[in-house]
């Protein structure tokens, strides 16, 4: 933690972590698309009742998040302080791309949209199992399971449905940049995988938010 | 070859010295031939200058020939100006259009003061070095002989690229972090690759990184402006392998 | 007997430098602590002496008037350096070296200090080595080597085109090592302005700290000049803008011989002159000329159309082309040494055959060797028939890797293609063998004043070879100024630290003050430059490649006049007390007025040809030579050292008388 180095390792190592989360995240969320979200319903009640879930990797996720956002801030307030007088004339897309020079851009819209995402689901369910003491999964009054059921609710209103597309999107572009620079931090770089590093974290960041974006049209448009 | 000549407006940053405030100030040149380098430019507007009775502008440079990465500035918004691969020096006008306008600053960072004008303070790489930038050798000759070690190609050439570094400070002026990664990662490759260097290596990375954080240079966010405006094409691949170098040297 | 003491050891040549260094003084490592020793110059020799003193336990203060030790002009240097190591069997050895480089010098050097130089040549390359410093490598793993200036056999190591660099970032490295352990103290930004004798020693240096203008004082029981060559004093030439003669030049007032001072090398592959505006040449490596054919053409009319753009040299023929190295010299043709093929250039332009708009340049064509290396390549890879396109598209691929960086540097600076058409060069100041005369232990003639690398005269005689500067500079820092410095500062243990709150300090002070006092207050009308280009058209036009009497003793007038007229007119804007690279500037430019005279008055006396000094009072009149340069042994075998008098032109003439007792003196020849 105390050189720029290590400092950009542990950013690069939540990083890893958060990537690898929204993989799981993503998988069990597309199984939503088919039939009517039975496997989701199973993989949720699971996710969501697991203690070890609950209680050792939802902290560590927790905690991986706020690290990396404060970690994030604090870098981005030090790299500021950096060159205390700035350009008049600067030109710097001549030299690096959009996403690399603004991933504290991208980074606050996904934080943003955290915020929403929480007060969506997890508040609800935080609130239901451990306030409400209902770890039966079941809809309220009616016969079945509630995961699938909320989350289809939540993609009725169109410009809820127009905040997470314009998220993903954002997230797309954080992961353009983070996903390589990642493997650059951790020194996992040279002439020979880094075009396949470089194929792979494009195909991660592009395919992923994309296909966050279709579940959220896909239960937008089928309950039109 | 054509001898087309153009008139310029420059804006060039002015500072008195370390403490005083700088401001940009306008001058036009004219009859600027476009195969004049960048600063036969700047001797031209000097001279005019002298003979005016002002003060010229100061600027960094001295072998003009693009190796001793003495010459600097920040042309129209990027480190050593629009061409590729070239120091300042090797800039030639060419590359502007008559009319134009062209915005000169010093090369910018907490750990690069201004000095005066368009020189700025590069120290803090000499004391970067000074930290652990060489091998521990005494110069006294009787060291083993030169082929006693072989090393391989491969090694000795990848050394030799990233030991090119002029140290400029390209790196610095143009990362959006004002981050002094490149610079440092270079010679930390340079060793690192070499037999007689990896001994120390350790110790080496430790040092030259907290002497570089030290300095007041930014975080490396790899966004890769430092290898497109490096003059002589210092590869990321150095950060990445100073980056595994220190992570080696801190889980030992 | 000359007042000259070369101190050479008795003995046989290969025994003298073993026999001296056993009888050398040494310091005990407890006194060395009490002794300080200042560096002027940080490049080769001078990163190299002060990172070994340092070592040995001397107190270094080391100074560099840039910003940094790294930018040395020693860094600029390209090809490589020599040394005796045989690592290619070709039978090499240190007589060999030896022997090249007396004859290089065409007999002009001193033969055991060549000795010396050749003996420890094979140490730089495994101290580098040792240092990190990447040479190039074959496939084994083992260091490359590559021929190099006509010389016979392969011993010049490299790496690319970059070899100064490295061996200077080497020497550099040598240097943080002491900086970090505080062993040097170093002064960026700070260059020497006056030395400082004490009863008759040199005791210490007056600086002026070029950031903020301040005057300071250093003071050390040995002074060390390590501040390069002279070259700048023609205005336009390879050296850095900022190179120059004034620490030099300050101790040669204070009583240093100055030797040599009109032995130049002109370097005849530059990139020409392309307007007034012109600050600087940029050197192509010799190398080039391995592959490249030099030529002009015949016709007056169509070197007219190239000029006037209404003809391209592509355009013509071979019979309208005159291959002149090739015609005149059909023996070694385009790989003549440096000051012939310079020459020749030279007179071709003189004649009106310069193909550019200034009229001095000449060309480099390279199409002879992409032909011949396309068809090479073709009949390696096995095509029949290849058409002409084919084989250009081969052969420019050859050349592509062989020279690809130089080739890319020449089209950025000239905005041409040279695989499409001939490069244009034209030759360049480069180096100067003559400087501060000093003896077998680099002491010049003020007894603690020492002198190393390009900034003393003694090893290349009239002529260098390629490869040998490199080897000259870290041969004196790293392994001969340290050795011999001790036999000096032996006596000095008891003097204890050096005061520079004396009557001989503030003397010196007080005249550095006055002398910019005076520049500050001339407010003048012409800027430093203007007569810095002034005094370099003299030079380059009278004094330059070819010399004759009535250019010499014209050039000595125009020089005084131009001097004169500085000592008026200049204008020096600011301050004295800021950064202010005007007075910088002037106070070199002052110095040069005065060098170039007494350059100039070297070469009048000096009534022979020989290696880069060229009289054309001087020449074969007939025989084979016929109209080459003619050395004249009888009365010019000698270093010609010059006793500052109080004018340059009243400079008086010392000589040492050069024994050659390994080496037979021989006339060159390349018919």
Request: hydrophobic content about 40%; proline content about 3%.
């Amino acid at each position: 933690m105390k050189t720029s180095i290590a400092r950009k390792v542990l950013m690069a190592l939540s990083g890893f972590f958060l990537i690898v989360f929204l993989l799981q995240h993503f998988i069990i969320n597309f199984t939503s698309v088919f039939g009517h979200g039975e496997t989701f319903n199973s993989l949720s009640h699971f996710m969501g009742t697991s203690p070890m879930v609950q209680f050792v990797a939802q902290p560590i996720l927790i905690f991986g998040v706020i690290f990396h956002l404060a970690m994030g801030m604090y870098l981005e307030a030090q790299n500021n302080k950096a060159r205390n007088v700035k350009y008049v004339m600067n030109k710097p897309g001549e030299n690096a791309s959009w996403m690399s020079r603004n991933m504290i851009i991208t980074g606050v819209m996904i934080l943003l949209f955290l915020g929403l995402h929480f007060y969506d689901f997890w508040i609800p369910e935080i609130k239901t199992k451990f306030i409400d003491g209902d770890m039966s999964g079941a809809l309220n009054g009616v016969e079945g399971t509630r995961y699938f059921h909320e989350l289809q609710h939540k993609f009725v209103d169109v410009w809820r449905v127009i905040i997470y597309c314009l998220s993903f999107v954002f997230l797309s572009l954080h992961l353009l940049h983070g996903f390589q620079s990642a493997f650059q931090s951790v020194g996992f770089r040279n002439h020979k995988y880094l075009p396949t590093i470089k194929k792979l974290g494009n195909l991660y960041a592009v395919l992923i938010p994309a296909g966050f974006i279709f579940i959220a049209l896909f239960h937008y448009l089928t309950q039109l | 070859m054509s001898d087309k000549t153009m008139n310029l407006t420059l804006k060039i940053w002015r500072q008195k010295d370390a403490k005083s405030k700088g401001k940009m100030e306008t001058y036009p040149v004219t009859g600027i031939s476009e195969h004049m380098s960048f600063l036969e430019m700047l001797d031209v507007l000097n001279e005019q200058l002298v003979v005016e009775g002002k003060e010229p502008v100061e600027f960094d440079h001295d072998c003009r020939e693009g190796i001793c990465g003495m010459c600097s500035l920040h042309i129209n918004g990027e480190a050593h100006g629009p061409d590729r691969r070239v120091t300042t020096c090797q800039l030639h006008m060419r590359m502007f259009k008559d009319g134009e306008t062209i915005y000169i600053e010093p090369f910018r960072a907490k750990g690069f003061p201004v000095v005066k004008d368009l020189v700025v303070d590069r120290s803090a790489f000499d004391r970067i070095q000074h930290a652990g930038g060489f091998v521990s050798v005494n110069t006294s000759g009787n060291t083993i002989d030169a082929n006693a070690i072989p090393v391989p190609k491969d090694d000795a050439d990848e050394a030799f690229n990233a030991a090119t570094c002029i140290g400029c400070g390209a790196c610095v002026a143009s990362c959006k972090n004002a981050s002094a990664m490149l610079f440092v990662s270079a010679k930390v490759s340079q060793f690192s690759l070499l037999p007689q260097g990896k001994v120390e290596a350790k110790d080496r990375v430790m040092k030259m990184v907290k002497q570089m954080d030290l300095e007041g240079f930014g975080n490396c966010t790899n966004t890769g402006a430092c290898e497109v405006e490096c003059p002589k094409g210092i590869s990321l691949d150095n950060i990445a392998r100073m980056n595994r170098e220190y992570l080696k040297a801190s889980l030992k | 007997m000359s007042v000259l003491n070369a101190k050479i050891p008795e003995g046989p040549i290969k025994d003298k430098w073993t026999n001296h260094k056993n009888k050398i003084n040494l310091v005990n490592p407890a006194n060395k602590r009490l002794i300080d020793v200042i560096v002027v110059g940080t490049g080769l020799a001078g990163g190299s002496a002060a990172a070994s003193l340092a070592e040995m336990g001397y107190k270094v203060k080391a100074f560099a008037f840039q910003d940094s030790p790294r930018r040395a002009h020693s860094i600029a240097a390209q090809g490589g350096i020599n040394a005796a190591k045989n690592y290619q069997n070709d039978g090499d050895s240190v007589y060999r070296l030896f022997y090249d480089t007396v004859k290089g010098g065409d007999y002009r050097g001193r033969e055991a200090n060549v000795y010396r130089l050749a003996e420890v040549s094979a140490n730089i390359i495994d101290q580098c080595v040792a240092q990190g410093v990447p040479f190039a490598r074959e496939y084994g793993g083992l260091l490359d080597n590559r021929s190099f200036g006509g010389v016979l056999v392969s011993r010049t190591f490299y790496a690319k085109g970059q070899t100064g660099q490295q061996l200077l970032l080497g020497a550099y490295s040598a240097m943080n090592r002491q900086i970090g352990k505080g062993k040097i103290q170093m002064y960026n930004r700070h260059e020497m302005l006056e030395l400082v004798i004490v009863d008759g020693k040199a005791r210490g240096i007056i600086v002026r700290n070029l950031v903020t203008g301040a005057i300071e004082r250093h003071s050390a029981h040995a002074v060390v000049l390590a501040t390069g060559g002279y070259g700048n004093v023609f205005f336009l030439s390879t050296n850095a803008m900022g190179s120059n003669v004034t620490a030099a030049w300050r101790a040669h007032k204070k009583g240093a011989f100055f030797a040599n001072p009109c032995y130049t090398q002109i370097h005849p592959t530059c990139i020409p002159r392309s307007g007034d505006y012109q600050s600087k040449l940029t050197l192509m490596s010799e190398s080039l000329r391995n592959d490249g054919r030099i030529w002009v053409p015949k016709k007056m009319e169509d070197v007219e159309a190239i000029r006037a753009g209404r003809k391209k040299p592509t355009d013509l023929s071979e019979d309208e082309r005159d291959y002149y190295l090739e015609r005149r010299y059909p023996a070694f043709g385009n790989l003549v040494p440096r000051d012939v093929a310079s020459r020749a250039a030279k007179e071709r332009c003189d004649a009106g055959f310069g193909v550019n708009q200034t009229g001095e340049a000449v060309y480099l064509d390279f199409k002879s060797a992409i032909e011949r290396y396309g068809k090479e390549q073709a009949t390696v890879r096995g095509e029949k028939n290849p058409s002409k396109e084919r084989i250009i598209e081969l052969g420019e691929e050859v050349v592509r890797t062989k020279y690809g960086n130089l080739f890319q540097m020449y089209e950025k600076i000239v905005d041409e293609n040279p695989y499409k058409t001939p490069m244009m060069i034209y030759p360049a100041v480069h180096y100067t063998m003559g400087g501060l005369w000093v003896d077998y232990n680099l002491m010049t003639t003020i007894p603690g004043c020492y002198a190393a690398g390009e900034a003393n005269f003694s090893d290349h005689g009239a002529n260098r070879l390629g490869a040998s500067a490199l080897m000259q500079g870290l041969a004196d820092g790293y392994f001969v100024l340290p050795y011999t410095i001790g036999d000096y500062l032996a006596d000095e243990i008891r003097t204890g630290p050096i005061s520079t709150d004396t009557p001989e300090f503030d003397e010196a002070e007080k005249s550095v003050v006055e002398r910019i006092d005076t520049l500050m207050n001339i407010n003048g009308s012409q800027s430093v430059d203007s007569f810095h280009k002034r005094l370099g058209m003299v030079m380059w036009n009278k004094v330059g490649m070819s010399r004759n009497a009535k250019g010499l003793e014209e050039a000595i007038q125009e020089i005084r006049t131009i001097r004169e007229e500085f000592w008026k007119d200049v204008r020096i804007p600011g301050s004295k007390n800021e950064f202010n690279t005007e007075l910088a500037k002037a106070m070199r430019v002052a110095d040069f007025l005065e060098l170039g005279e007494l350059f100039a008055k070297d070469a009048l006396h000096r009534n022979e040809s020989c290696g880069g000094h060229f009289r054309e009072e001087s020449v074969e009149l007939d025989g084979e030579q016929k109209g080459e340069a003619k050395r004249d042994d009888v009365n010019f075998k000698y270093v010609a050292a010059w006793e500052w008098n109080g004018d340059p032109g009243a400079a008086n003439l010392h000589k040492e008388d050069l024994e050659f007792k390994d080496i037979e003196l021989k006339q060159r020849s390349y018919k």
